[in-house]
């Protein structure tokens, strides 16, 4: 009921306004709500997008991180915002695809409580250790965690990273323990430390500290070699056939979002994507620029979260 009066209310301003008053828009600064922690992948793409609106508008693009509780927080504030447009969810599969799998409840609707605006890309994660690990392949990480099972432990700080964990023991056979984070930023600081023996991290996050020497990488989880880590193998080819997950990141509007502001939104994000800050997001982190209409995504995550859901049972975990 909150939701459809939301909407309606919504619709009715949007007509009260004159047609001046949409073409206008924004009048103001935006501001992009990131369910994960400051310098996560979803922050640096939704600052590099943010970026290209500026420079399209002139008008600030505010980025409030609002991580936690797998991003739940943050999704949820996304969606009690005011359906004005001036208020946008930079976000991933974790949020629309696979959180409501993994919980039984959730503080907010991926569907009825958002309006879709575009895909912004895809990308691939990487299998990372601590230099000091005596694992120097993926294959020798594997075999140490069959010699101590439940022992070894893996981080994640999103659902991308958690899964890719998850599917590498389901189909490796091998037991890990799990360590939960807000965000994945907060679990490589971990992994430095040495308090988490590997992790399954984007490579917006992971690949800056494999380059630098602070992390060992052992594979990457796409179908092929990361052009930016070419002599890093995939996971599949280093010991686990058929083994790929990736993730993706989304734009969402509050539900009740005049059609006329969709739609100038998309055409905002669209082209921002095309500007300076965000090809450099995509080259630098080898992330693949994707962009849709705002039905295109609707169905996408319809199908994504199908997907999501049956590696999730797949895996034998269970909603919390």
Known sequence: MRIATKGRLALLLAAALPLSAMAQFPAKPITFIVPFAAGSATDQIGRAVGQGVTDQTGQAVV???????????????????????YTVLITTN???????????????????DFAPLTLLGKGGQIMVVNPSSSAKT????????KQSPGKLSFGSGSSSSRIAGELLQQMANVQLLHVPYKSNPLAVTDLLGGQIDMMITDSATGLPQVKS????????????????????????????????????????????TPPDVVKRLNELLVNATKGKAAQQFYAQTGTEAATSTPDELAKFQQAESRKWGDIIKKAGIKPE
């Open 63 to 85: 980025i409030e991180n609002k991580p936690g509780a797998s991003a739940m927080i943050g999704a949820a504030a996304g969606a009690r915002a005011t359906p004005d447009g």
């Open 94 to 112: 974790t949020t629309h695809a696979a959180n409501e799998h993994l919980y039984k409840s959730l503080t907010y609707d991926p569907v009825k």
């Open 138 to 145: 993926v294959g020798e990480f594997l075999a140490l965690a």
């Open 213 to 256: 020497g602070k992390l060992r990488a052992l594979g990457v989880t796409g179908q092929a070699r990361s052009p930016l880590a070419p002599d890093v193998p995939t996971i599949a080819e280093a010991g686990v056939p058929g083994y790929e997950m990736g993730y993706w990141f989304a734009a969402y509007a509050p539900a009740g």
